[in-house]
Nanobody, 127 residues
């Protein structure tokens, strides 16, 4: 599976961006999809994720500002980011983890649980 993120850029604080994550090589309808970000000198940080059925989870830092969605028919997921702050500056990655059928569990927020990763897209927010 290959994942390619796009949509990053340089924006001013308060602006909005929508990131896209396009998958190829396999359909993603059996996978949890998560967004992580990595600021300079820091570890990967869970931003949020979405299950195949559309259940979402967002970290407290972005709740109310970010929205995650997916279009399984297009093999694509999105991260809509509103009211951006300078502390949102990071490289944003999407990642996939196979969801086991018949089991109920929350989205994993640990980066090393995920099987496939994109290279990321840079988001820079100037204050």
């Amino acid at each position: 599976v290959q994942l390619v993120e796009s949509g990053g850029g340089l924006v001013q604080a308060g602006a909005s961006l929508t990131l896209s994550c396009i998958a190829s090589g396999r359909t993603i309808d059996s996978y949890d999809l998560a967004w992580f970000r990595q600021a300079p000198g820091k570890e990967y940080s869970f931003v949020g994720g979405i299950t195949p059925s559309g259940t979402t989870s967002l970290t407290d830092d972005v709740k109310g500002r970010f929205t995650i969605s997916r279009d399984n028919a297009k093999n694509t997921a999105y991260l809509l980011m509103n009211s951006l702050k300078s502390e949102d500056t990071a490289v944003y990655h999407c990642a996939l983890k196979f969801r086991r059928r018949g089991y109920s569990y929350s989205l994993f927020n640990n980066w090393n649980e995920y099987d496939y990763w994109g290279r990321g897209t840079q988001v820079t927010v100037s204050s």
